[in-house]
């Protein structure tokens, strides 16, 4: 099994910056990707940026480009997402997502961390 935990939402003003943190541990042979998706209530869930080790370029949503910034954490399996100059449309529980490969063989499996509330508000 792959685990996925999260950290570093909260409460943030206009204009302010957060950075989330998602570790995975267990049984990793490789991940193919991983990404940060949000949920606000009534609404799809929307990824919001993604990164991939099939690709070179980083995903980014229209809403948060030249904002926010994905990126590896000095861990092998850590993803970072930088969140600049927050607007409270961002307000939303923001979920890491990993493609993991738990063996040399098979296919991947997709999951999910448990969420972290991020709140941009005055």
């Known amino acids: 099994q792959v685990q996925l935990v999260e950290s570093g939402g909260g409460l943030v003003q206009p204009g302010g910056s957060l950075r989330l943190s998602c570790a995975a541990s267990?049984?990793?042979?490789?991940?193919?990707?991983m990404g940060w998706y949000r949920q606000v209530p009534g609404k799809q869930r929307e990824l919001v940026a993604q990164?991939?080790?099939?690709?070179?370029?980083?995903y980014y949503a229209d809403s948060v480009k030249g904002r926010f910034t994905i990126s590896r954490g000095n861990g092998k399996n850590t993803a970072l997402l930088q969140m600049n100059n927050l607007k409270p449309e961002d307000t939303a529980v923001y979920y890491c997502?990993?493609?993991?490969?738990?063996?040399?063989?098979?296919?991947?499996?997709?999951?999910w961390g448990q969420g972290t509330q991020v709140t941009v508000s005055s």
């Open positions: 267990g049984s990793i042979f490789h991940i193919y990707d």
């Open positions: 997502n990993a493609e993991v490969l738990t063996g040399a063989f098979g296919n991947p499996s997709n999951y």
């Open positions: 990164m991939s080790t099939r690709v070179n370029t980083n």
